[in-house]
């Protein structure tokens, strides 16, 4: 026979088996009816946010079940490049990021897979997903556009990312039906279609026509304008509370035929440091969904299950305000993947529109261990040789965290100052980024904040040593200003002279606490109460039998702001004397039965009550079984924008009060009307209230 024959049989071997495994599978948008045809048959999705990179790998099985319980029939998610390819063409698809596994995960559960690739992914995460290490190439990088310095990075990584993501097709059998150009780009000012034609035109050379394209935006024209991309499906996002015929309606001005679709129905919300925890009324959001099932819209809801920011992951909104370590928000299944009021209520609209399964699992179970004594471990200085995994780099002047190639955590920096003072002089950091901790001769003088404080007055002789420790908080990841360089990002003055030159210190304690080999040495001279040197503290949990689920309350009575790990795993920040996040939720895998020790290190930052002779109580941590996330905050002075007739109104009563002692009326008048004079061009900020 001869070899073409053979060729063509083999081939039509292969067609006829893969139709056997797959069956015609298909997955198409309907325009002539306005609706998504699965395998022929008419479908609508009803799905729910699940970000695998905020949930620990042991526990993903339990939460797609739980998703699939409540009657959906698909899961979104995102696919952070910055957790994947953590540095410049090295990959990482292991443990948390083990993409290949969730979605396999996802397809045996039963559940279809909306994947939302990127690059930028917002989703209160580091720079939106963004690798930091992009700044680096080019401090003047153009992100989120055609600039080649941000597109060749790009390429490589959709060159990796996207011949992973093929198999698991719908079409080839796996699970994704629809796949994200970009995100809500419509939200960012560049508006560089070339931009986004260039995505799509790379997914489609690598996907092919197997897979609906789709882009999400606000509902709104300038979104919507510069978000939407023809043969990509616009699809809207919003909340609950309004008639949702409304944002359906700017969808098909864009979009006027297809299916309905919000890709974006927030369940609840999001939450930052130091402002109240943020919740969405169940019965609100349940209404809304009905709404939206009853018209046939796909709904998915953002999100399902929060999950937790472990580690650095956390992002900040601008101007500055970061997101706490809990990604709880309020969402259907809590941070621990326990089913909530709200999924109740949601499944029971759910069971109106899909068939249910006949059982909700169980929340994982919960146990308190009670209270652990914390022992001081080493202070950084101690501990600096160790953390630091290589010598100070020396320069003239500050450099930043990104061009010292590290991404996450603590930096410091060190000059030695060539002049003394005797009385106080302002020390100026106008350019920190985000926390500065702020020491002279190993002594704490002052905490810097990025939104202010930025100086500090400080006493000082010729040949003091200064350091810097600077906390990155967590990139911006929405808006404008997503290039956030971190570290010192701009010199740094004493009495106005520019300090230089400087030593750097890369720290990295990822790296380092999960070997235990930070050293153990006593620490003195800290004042309980007053800001103490940056310390680390240890201590061991109760024998445990078989590890449960428990959460980590470190209270503001004995501890300020730090980052907690346990046996070696980074739990995420804490910071009880902001709020309003009061625990940190610790996943049953993370622990180890006994007879293997538990061991608990925080590194604290700011101050404790341990050492403190007058201490009611012993350097504690507690760990319990219910969480605390809606923790008192601080009070703050809020400001509201007045109007012009309200302006010019104050600007009334004042003149009025100077009119008692004017001579002429007239004269009153024309000092009215110099000073309301273009008001309404004016934004007057009036302080009102603390709350």
Known sequence: MEPRILLFLFALGTILLYTQVHGDRSFSIDYDNDRFVKDGQPFRYISGSIHYARVHPAYWQDRLNKMYAAGLNAIQTYVPWNLHEPTQGKYNFEGIANLTQFLTLANKTGLLVIARLGPYICGEW????????????????????????????????????????????????GPIISVQIENEYGSYPACDHGYVRHLYQLFHSILG???????????????????????????????????????????????????????????????????????VDQDKVAKTLDEMLKLGASVNMYMFEGGTNFGFWNGANAAF?????????????????????????????????????????PATPKNAYGIVTMETMTSLYDALDTISPYDPIRATYPITMEDMQQSFGYILYRTILTHGYVHPVELSVPGIHDRGYVMVNQQPVGILERLGPTN?????????TLDILVENMGRINYGKYINDFKGLVSNVTLDGII???????????DRLIPKASLPRQRVTNQQAGQQQVPTFYVGSLPEITIPQDTYLKISAKHWSKGQAYINGFNLGRYWPT?????????????????????????????????????????????????????????SRTQHKKVTYYEACFNCWGYLLAMGLICVSMPIVMILLKVSCKNMDKVKVDVPYGNI
């Not at 006027?256 to 402002?275: K, R």
């Not at 500090?456 to 003091?464: A, E, H, L, T, W």
Request: with cysteine; aromatic share 10%.
């Open 126 to 173: 580091d720079m939106g997903g963004l690798p930091s290490w992009l700044l680096r190439l080019n401090h003047s990088i153009q992100l989120r556009t055609a600039d080649p310095t941000y597109l060749g990075p790009v390429d490589d990584w959709m060159n990796v990312l996207l011949p992973k993501i093929k198999p698991f097709l719908y079409k080839n059998g």
């Open 209 to 279: 026509n197997d897979v609906v394209y789709f882009t999400t935006d606000g509902p709104g024209n300038e979104m919507l304008k510069c978000g939407t991309l023809q043969n990509v499906y616009a699809t809207v996002d919003f909340g609950s509370g309004g008639d949702p015929l409304v944002p359906f309606a700017k969808q098909k001005e864009y979009e006027p035929h297809g299916p309905s679709v919000n890709s974006e129905y927030y369940t609840g919300w999001l939450d930052h440091w130091g402002q109240k925890h943020q919740t």
């Open 321 to 361: 305000n970061p997101q706490p370590t809990s990604y709880d928000y309020d969402a259907p299944l809590s941070e621990a993947g326990d089913p909530t009021d709200k999924y109740l209520t949601l499944r029971k609209v759910i069971g109106k529109y899909n068939t249910l399964p006949t059982d909700v699992p």
């Open 456 to 464: 500090v007055s400080i006493v000082c002789n010729g040949n003091d």
């Open 499 to 509: 300090l230089q030159p400087w030593m750097i210190y890369s720290l990295d304690l």
């Open 578 to 634: 902001k709020g309003p996040q009061i625990t940190l939720y610790v996943p049953a895998p993370i622990l180890k039965p006994s007879p293997a020790n538990n061991t608990l290190v925080l590194f604290e930052l700011e101050y404790t009550t341990c050492g403190d002779p007058d201490a009611s109580e012993p350097c504690m941590v507690e760990f319990i079984d219910t969480p605390i996330l809606n923790g008192s905050v601080p």
